[in-house]
C-alpha cells in the first residue's frame, strides 16, 4: 500500500431483481425488467471490470458486489436466456428499421449507429460467456477484482418475517445457494433494504456471516455511541462487524435533483422510441397487446430540470461519456478531502462506505458504468490518497472494533421500515405470518430425512410449499405496492403464492395431494431445485 493513502473507500453494488419467470405466457411485461438490466447494468459492469487491472497478490480487491439469489436463480435459467437472446436479436432488427427511418437526419442517424455498435457488442459478449453472466462475475472474483456477497433467499424484509424457523431459512437458503453458484463460503451480507432488528446479529453469527451494513442511523444511533463514527465498523456482542453507509459520497449520486445522474448532459431514461414511434412502426417491438414499453433507444438527454419530456434536446454520447469521467473525478477528489479531514480526527484509516443498487449503474443512470470504471481506475493509481477496500480487507487490516449494539433500522423513507410495512402493503403480512406458522407446523410433524432418494409426493409438496412462501415473503412486493408502480402485478404474485401454498398446505394436511397442481407449481415456480424443506 502506497504510504500516501490516507483513508479507504468502499464501494458496494446491490444487485437484485425480483423472481419473475412466467412460462405460461410467451410474452410477459414484467420479465422485461431482467432482460433491460442484463443490457444496460450487467453485461457493461462485466466490461468495465474486466478492463481493471488485476490488484496485486494478496491485495484487497476493488468492488464488492451483492448477487441476490433470485437475480442469479433468473440469470441462470434456460428459459430466461433464451428469451434474452432473442430479446436482443429484436433490439438489433428495430436498429435496422431505425437506421432506414433515420437515414435523411445525419444526428439520429449517428445515434442509431451507436445503439446498434452496442447492442452488437453486448450480444458478443453474452455470446461468448455462453448466456454465464454469474460464471463471469464468478471469474473476476476469482481474478480478485470482486468480493461477492450473498443476501436474503428472495429479499426478505428481516424485521417483518415473524416465524424464526422462517427467517433462519432465508438465510441459510441463500449461503447454500451462494456456494452452489460460487464455489465459496460467502463472508458477508447485504441485508435486504438494510433492515436489522435486536438479535439479528446472533443469526448472522450462527451462519458465520462476518459482517453487514446498515443505513447512517443504523450505527449512529448504535448502544453506546461508537467513538470513531460512521467511518469505522463495529461489532455487535455476536462478533459480527456492522458497516454503515457514508451520506455525503451517496447523495452525490443518489440525489434526483443534486446528483450526478441530474446532469443535463446525460441521456434522458423516459424519452424512449417505444413510447414515440407510431404503433404501426414499433408495434412488433413492444408487448403484442399494444402496451408501450422501453426499448433502449432513447435519442435524448436530460436536457434540464424543468424542461418537459417532448421538448428534450438530443443526447451525445461522447459528451455525456466526457461528463461522466469528469464527475468521475470530482467524486474521487471530494472522497480524498472528505478522508483528509476525518484523519484528522481519527486514530485509524477511515473508511467511506458507498453503497448503491446495482441497476442504478446503467439501467437509470445510462452513463453509471463509465463514470464507475472511471472511479476505480483513479483510485488503483499508486499516487492515489484513497485506497479502494472491501469489508474483509478493512476487518483484516483493522481487527479491534468497538463493541455496540446496532439501532433497529432500515434504509428507504423515514429509516425505521415504513416503506414495507405502511397502509398501502400491511394487509399482506398476517396472510405471510399465518402461512410461516402452518409451514413449520408442517414440516415439524411430517417432514422426512432427505436421502437421495427419488422425493415423495409429501416431501415435493413441502417443499414446493416452501418455494411459494418464499417468494410471498420478497420485500419487492411490498415496496411496488408503497410506490404505486406496478401495483397490481405486485398484488397478484403474494395472493399467487399465498394461494398455491395454502392449496399445497390443505393437501398436506388431508393427505389428498393434487399431482398434476404440485407439478403445475414445480414448473412455473422452479427456484432453487435442491431446497431442503427441513430448514423451515
Not at 437484485?16 to 405466457?25: A, G, I, K, S, T
Not at 453458484?181 to 433492515?195: D, S
Not at 406496478?486 to 398484488?491: C, F, G, H, N, R
Amino acid at each position: 500500500m502506497s504510504a500516501r493513502v490516507r483513508g479507504d473507500l468502499l464501494l458496494l453494488l446491490h444487485a437484485h431483481l425480483p423472481y419473475v419467470r412466467h412460462p405460461e405466457n410467451p410474452y410477459h411485461l414484467e420479465e422485461n425488467w431482467l432482460y433491460e438490466a442484463i443490457t444496460a447494468t450487467y453485461l457493461p459492469l462485466i466490461v468495465e471490470l474486466r478492463a481493471l487491472q488485476v490488484p496485486e497478490k494478496g491485495s484487497s480487491a476493488r468492488l464488492t458486489i451483492s448477487l441476490s439469489p433470485t437475480l442469479c436463480s433468473m440469470l441462470r435459467d434456460k428459459l430466461l436466456s433464451e428469451r434474452y437472446r432473442a430479446y436482443l436479436d429484436r433490439l438489433l432488427r428495430l436498429g435496422e428499421e431505425e437506421l432506414t427511418r433515420a437515414k435523411h437526419n445525419p444526428t439520429q442517424t449517428e445515434l442509431v449507429r451507436f445503439y446498434l455498435s452496442r447492442f452488437t457488442e453486448l450480444r458478443a459478449l453474452y455470446r461468448s460467456i455462453g448466456g454465464d453472466i454469474v460464471g463471469a462475475f464468478a471469474e473476476l472474483q476469482d481474478r480478485g477484482v470482486l468480493e461477492i456477497i450473498t443476501t436474503c433467499a428472495t429479499h426478505a424484509y428481516l424485521p417483518v418475517v415473524r416465524e424464526p424457523s422462517a427467517r433462519r431459512a432465508q438465510l441459510l437458503i441463500a449461503v447454500r445457494h451462494h456456494r452452489e453458484c460460487f464455489g465459496r463460503y460467502p463472508r458477508g451480507i447485504w441485508l435486504p433494504e438494510c433492515g436489522y432488528f435486536d438479535g439479528l446479529d446472533q443469526l448472522l453469527a450462527e451462519l458465520d456471516l462476518r459482517y453487514f451494513f446498515l443505513d447512517a442511523h443504523g450505527l449512529t444511533y448504535a448502544r453506546p455511541r461508537p467513538p470513531l463514527g460512521l467511518h469505522a465498523p463495529i461489532f455487535t456482542r455476536a462478533g459480527v462487524a456492522a458497516f454503515g453507509r457514508d451520506l455525503m459520497s451517496s447523495k452525490q449520486v443518489w440525489s434526483s435533483t443534486e446528483g450526478y445522474p441530474a446532469d443535463g448532459v446525460y441521456r434522458d431514461f423516459y424519452r424512449d422510441i417505444g413510447f414515440d414511434r407510431p404503433l404501426s412502426e414499433i408495434g412488433p417491438y413492444i408487448h403484442p397487446d399494444g402496451i408501450r414499453v422501453h426499448t433502449g433507444y432513447k435519442y435524448h438527454r436530460v436536457t434540464g430540470p424543468r424542461v418537459d419530456l417532448q421538448d428534450k434536446a438530443l443526447y451525445s454520447p461522447e459528451a455525456a461519456r466526457i461528463k461522466a469521467r469528469e464527475h468521475a473525478r470530482d467524486f474521487v477528489e471530494k472522497r480524498v478531502a472528505q478522508i483528509a479531514w476525518l484523519s484528522q480526527r481519527m486514530d485509524r484509516r477511515p473508511v467511506i462506505v458507498s453503497p448503491y443498487d446495482a441497476e442504478l449503474f446503467g439501467h437509470w443512470w445510462f452513463e453509471g458504468p463509465t463514470f464507475l470504471g472511471e472511479v476505480l481506475r483513479l483510485c488503483s493509481l499508486p499516487d492515489s490518497d484513497v485506497q479502494l477496500q472491501t469489508a474483509s480487507g478493512y476487518l483484516a487490516d483493522h481487527p479491534v472494533n468497538a463493541v455496540c449494539d446496532p439501532a433497529p433500522s432500515s434504509w428507504g423513507e423515514g429509516g425505521y421500515s415504513a416503506v414495507w410495512l405502511d397502509l398501502s402493503n400491511d394487509w399482506i403480512y398476517r396472510h405471510i405470518h399465518h402461512a410461516e406458522t402452518k409451514l413449520h407446523e408442517l414440516v415439524s410433524r411430517l417432514g422426512s430425512k432427505a436421502s437421495d432418494a427419488e422425493p415423495t409426493l409429501l416431501e415435493r409438496a413441502l417443499t414446493q410449499a416452501g418455494r411459494e412462501l418464499l417468494l410471498a415473503q420478497s420485500s419487492d412486493w411490498a415496496f411496488i405496492m408503497k410506490t404505486g408502480t406496478a401495483v397490481s402485478y405486485a398484488e397478484s404474485r403474494v395472493r399467487t403464492h399465498l394461494q398455491r401454498f395454502n392449496r399445497l398446505a390443505d393437501g398436506i394436511e388431508t393427505a389428498a395431494i393434487d399431482e398434476a397442481f404440485l407439478a403445475d407449481c414445480e414448473a412455473r415456480d422452479n427456484l432453487f431445485p435442491s431446497l431442503d424443506p427441513r430448514l423451515f
